[in-house]
Each structure stands twice: as structure tokens, then as C-alpha cells.
């Protein structure tokens, strides 16, 4: 639990429907309408078919991101979404004329039933878990430039805003309210993954024991930025037969009913992740590490103790 999960619940009960779908006219939903079966049935007219525009900054606000954003030097914050895909609605926030040297956030995502059970999954229960499926995520602060103390990381062309635990807090409460089952990710780096990690787990035991392993061996010892770019470059390396760590994305789930959550705590899952974490020792090769940052770049970022 993040230290921000009891406030932003506090807050989300004091939204109203009518916060989240403010600006839009001549509209008469409710809850019970644009839920049936327990299953979300989209709008056209909103973002996930229940937040309007004017909603979401409602929310943001409500949840106090604008004013951390003002001391950022981010103000005159906007929202755009995009709901033309069905299958797929965007959400964009800039700070300032939208465009894209002021957009500060993108977020893609879905919601539907999503087949785990050929995910390497033992004895998985037979049922398709009706999840938000985050497509796309991206915060960044285009009025920032990395230094030392806030380094790049794979894929950035910005520093990061520092928003992610209260985002993923207000994503919880968001999918909670729309009766959906969990949340689900397919993070295309190692370091996004790493972060997701504090509150999902692999819906595949293999790469779960393969975040144990690099977290006791890796992650104790070195800076994150210096983890994630030896990923990215394949300089992290097997000790028992200095093999390059292939990072392959996969399924990250945050479950959020009972029988999701009991299949991941329990012990068969869990022991096929130890058993196997257990086998498994990383190391980095720094000195193609320090060759391939040079060549990207970013070298000088590196410590200078390694």
C-alpha cells in the first residue's frame, strides 16, 4: 500500500457522478447504466465510457496532481481524450497550448476479458478475468533536462513527473468503480516493469523469479538507472554460464478480486517462484556496459566508483 491509497480513497467517495461527467449536455447516465452484467459498457462521449474531459481535470484536481504539478513549473494544465477507437480510448494532458512540446502525460488504455490461461499458468481457474488493460503510459516533464541526480532511463526523452504511485493509486480506484477485476500491463522496458512491480506480479512465474533474482542480486548493490540500462543493452548476465539476460515483455497483473488475488498468493504459485528465483544469479558486464553507453551518449552518467 502506497502512503497515499487512504487519502485518494477519501477523496474518490467524495466524487460524484456528476464531477466525473461535468461539460457534457443533455446526457442522462447513471452507474447501473453504463454497468450491466458487471461489465462496463463504453460511450462514445467518454473516456473509459464514464469520465468526461472536464471530469478527469475535475479528478486531477480533486486528487490535488495540480498542484504538485505547479511546483513543478507545470501550469495551465489541459486534458484531451480520444475515444474514436472502441477498443482503445487515449487520454492526453499538457501543461500549457496543447501540442506536443507541452504534453506531459499519455495514457492508452482498454477494458475486457483477457485469457491468462496460457500465460504458464498452473491450475488456473477457468474464467477470463474482465480487466483495464493499460496499452500506453507516459509521463514525462518536457521543461526538465536530466542530470546526475535524475539520469535518463531506457526510452526517455524527458525526466519522468515523479506521479507514478499516485497515478497507479487513482487507476486502482478507477478500475474498483468501473467492476473490473484487475488491472493488466505489458511494460515494454525492464526499469517500467521493475516499477509496476511493487504492486503487480507476473502472471508467469519464470519472469517473477527473474525480478527476485535481479532485485537480491542487482538491485541492492548498483543504482536503478545503472539495472535498467544493463538491461536494455543485454549486459546483465547469468553467473552460471555468462549468458546475456534476454528481457522479454510480458504480463504484469494487478489482481483485484478474491479469486485472482488467492491464485497469486498462493503457495504453489509462490513456490514456483522461489524455487526457481533460487536457481538464478545475476551479474553486469560493466565493461560493455560503459561501451554501448558511450556510444548512446550517456556514458557520463554512469558512477564513477564502477
Not at 522496458?189 to 506480479?201: L, Q
Request: aromatic content about 10%; some cysteine.
Amino acid at each position: 500500500m502506497t502512503r497515499y491509497r487512504r487519502e485518494y480513497i477519501k477523496i474518490a467517495r467524495k466524487l460524484t457522478l456528476t464531477d466525473i461527467q461535468s461539460g457534457v449536455s443533455d446526457v442522462d447516465l447513471s452507474m447501473d447504466k453504463i454497468v450491466y452484467d458487471g461489465r462496463v459498457t463504453p460511450d462514445s462521449n467518454f473516456f473509459l465510457g464514464v469520465f468526461s474531459r472536464q471530469g478527469l481535470l475535475n479528478a486531477v484536481k480533486a486528487f490535488g496532481l495540480l498542484d504538485v504539478l505547479a511546483k513543478e513549473g507545470l501550469k495551465d494544465i489541459t486534458i484531451d481524450i480520444d475515444t474514436t477507437d472502441a477498443h482503445a480510448h487515449r487520454l492526453y494532458a499538457y501543461a500549457g497550448r496543447p501540442c506536443v512540446e507541452n504534453k506531459i502525460c499519455e495514457l492508452v488504455v482498454k477494458h475486457g476479458p483477457v485469457d491468462l490461461s496460457k500465460s504458464a499458468l498452473p491450475h488456473f481457474p477457468n474464467i477470463k478475468p474482465n480487466l483495464l488493460q493499460v496499452e500506453w503510459l507516459l509521463l514525462q516533464n518536457p521543461h526538465k533536462q536530466f542530470s546526475r541526480e535524475r539520469p535518463p532511463l531506457p526510452g526517455q526523452v524527458y525526466p519522468g513527473l515523479g506521479l507514478g504511485d499516485r497515478l497507479m493509486e487513482i487507476m486502482i480506484i478507477m478500475t474498483r468503480r468501473l467492476r473490473l477485476d484487475g488491472i493488466i500491463n505489458k511494460p515494454h522496458y525492464f526499469h517500467t516493469a521493475f516499477m509496476f512491480c511493487k504492486e503487480f506480479i507476473f502472471t508467469n512465474p519464470v519472469n517473477q523469479a527473474i525480478m527476485v533474482a535481479i532485485s537480491k542480486d542487482l538491485l541492492a548493490h548498483y543504482p536503478f538507472f545503472v539495472v535498467a540500462w544493463a538491461a536494455h543493452f543485454k549486459c546483465i548476465l547469468n553467473t552460471k554460464d555468462d549468458t546475456p539476460l534476454e528481457w522479454e515483455s510480458d504480463y504484469l497483473l494487478l489482481p483485484l478480486k478474491k479469486d485472482l488475488i488467492k491464485y497469486f498468493r498462493a503457495k504453489e504459485y509462490q513456490r514456483q517462484v522461489q524455487l526457481r528465483a533460487r536457481k538464478l544469479h545475476f551479474t553486469i558486464d560493466f565493461a560493455a556496459l560503459r561501451e554501448k553507453m558511450s556510444k548512446a551518449g550517456i556514458e557520463h552518467y554512469l558512477p564513477l566508483t564502477q
